[in-house]
């Protein structure tokens, strides 16, 4: 049995055809939204944060059809600030293998826009669910810190 489901992904509307306990990084990639990746059977790596109505969640663990009426946005609909992002990141070495940057970017411009001027340890702390297995965070730290010093000029 499959739903039909409006969903508003990045200020479109989309119908979709789901199964009650399908997860929204499944309905996601199938819209063809590939920044929203698994890493883990377990809700552990991150990989797959999103935004719903502006708060960060694990979309490997959010039913879709709990999405309806709910505002979703994925990096693809934050693309300029995405991009910045990601020159900053780069320029500080943390492009690595880039498999875990998408959804810790997600977790990041989140942060932004609750707090413009964090700490290195708020930075840290909010970003715990977002694991790395490449760059030991600290080429990470100073692309964010890089960000988020422009952003709040
Ligand atoms: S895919 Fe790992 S937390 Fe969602
Ligand atoms: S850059 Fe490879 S997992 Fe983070």
Redesign the pocket.
């Known amino acids: 049995m499959s739903l039909t489901l409006q969903l508003n992904v990045n200020g479109q509307l989309y119908t979709v055809q789901a199964a009650p306990d399908e997860m929204l990084l499944t309905t996601l990639r199938n819209l063809g939204l590939y920044s929203v990746r698994c890493g883990c059977d377990t809700t552990n790596c991150g990989l797959c944060t999103i935004w719903v109505d502006g708060e960060i969640i694990l979309s490997c663990a959010y039913l879709t059809v709990r999405a309806q009426g709910h505002t979703i946005t994925t990096l693809e609909g934050l693309k300029e600030e995405a991009a910045f992002l990601g020159e900053c990141l780069a320029s500080e070495g943390a492009d690595?293998?880039?498999?875990?940057?998408t959804g810790m970017m997600m977790s990041v411009m989140a942060l932004r826009r609750k707090k413009a001027h964090p700490t290195d340890q708020e930075i840290k702390d909010f970003l715990v669910g977002n694991l790395?297995?490449?760059?030991g965070y600290q080429s990470q730290l100073r692309g964010i810190r890089k960000y988020l010093e422009a952003m709040a000029q």
């Open positions: 690595q293998c880039g498999y875990c940057t790395c297995r490449c760059t």
